[in-house]
Nanobody, 124 residues
């Protein structure tokens, strides 16, 4: 099991940037690490994922070119750099972990370990 703690959320104007961080309790270089978000009244959706072992990253179409996922396995930190934020990006953001590769990374059900979330609010 991996304990996860997100930070870095906040309120930002449309077009602005935020960087989310997720501290992990153990080395996760051989884990699929994902970022998900959930807006009120909507289902949780996959935003991005990274599998450091194979140096692979994955993105939802809605964030490609705007968000960048990265991982510092030595510092046990997962990050999500979010640029050109839009009102539609407003949501609670969660990091998640599962041992192994990122097949179907966008599906919340494949991730057994979750953080508590950090709120991102984009104002227009």
């Amino acid at each position: 099991q991996v304990q996860l703690v997100e930070s870095g959320g906040g309120s930002v104007q449309a077009g602005g940037s935020l960087k989310l961080s997720c501290a992990t309790s153990r080395y996760t270089g051989d884990y699929c690490m994902g970022w998900f978000r959930q807006a009120p009244g909507k289902e949780r959706e996959g935003v991005a994922a990274i599998y450091a072992y194979l140096r692979k990253t994955y993105y939802a179409d809605s964030v490609k070119g705007r968000f960048t996922v990265s991982q510092d396995t030595a510092k046990k930190t997962l990050s999500l750099q979010m640029n050109s934020l839009q009102a539609e990006d407003t949501a609670m953001y969660y990091c998640a972990a599962r041992w192994g590769s990122c097949g179907a990374w966008y599906a919340p059900a494949i991730f057994p370990d979750w953080g508590q979330g950090t709120q991102v609010t984009v104002t227009s």
